[in-house]
């Protein structure tokens, strides 16, 4: 089974300037645990739960821009990537997030709640 058959369409994505604060209201209004950042219209980084808490809550302030905590490098699969071989990525390097790109555009994300799903429906 490929990526691109079971991963996250819709993709969220916000400017590295844009305040932690409102980068946070808007996953708990669309109820999602990432966004992607983007500077000068490209992909640069990701935003999750897990920066929010580790660094922001940590050390930071709501009102920094989002671009200080996201995590970089971005990690990118293609659509064609392998669904087993991507869990074996994420569990490799302690993600639970894939951005997955073709042709230099986002065309959705791969995340551990994805792989779940996916192996439940299937039994495996």
């Known amino acids: ?72 490098p971005l990690i990118v699969i293609s659509p064609d990537y392998d669904v087993r071989e991507s869990a074996r990525i994420m569990a490799d390097i302690k993600i639970r997030r894939l951005v997955v790109m073709e042709g230099g555009e986002i065309k959705g994300i791969f995340t551990a709640s994805d792989l779940a799903r996916v192996l439940g429906e299937r039994g495996d």
């Open 1 to 72: 089974m490929k990526v691109g058959d079971v991963m996250t369409r819709e993709v969220i994505s916000v400017d590295y300037e844009t305040k932690v604060k409102e980068v946070c209201k808007i996953m708990g209004e669309k109820r999602i645990g990432s966004v992607i950042v983007t500077q000068y219209g490209k992909p640069v980084g990701i935003f999750t739960e897990r920066d929010l808490l580790s660094k922001v809550l940590l050390k930071g302030s709501l009102d920094d821009e989002v671009g200080k905590y996201m995590s970089t």
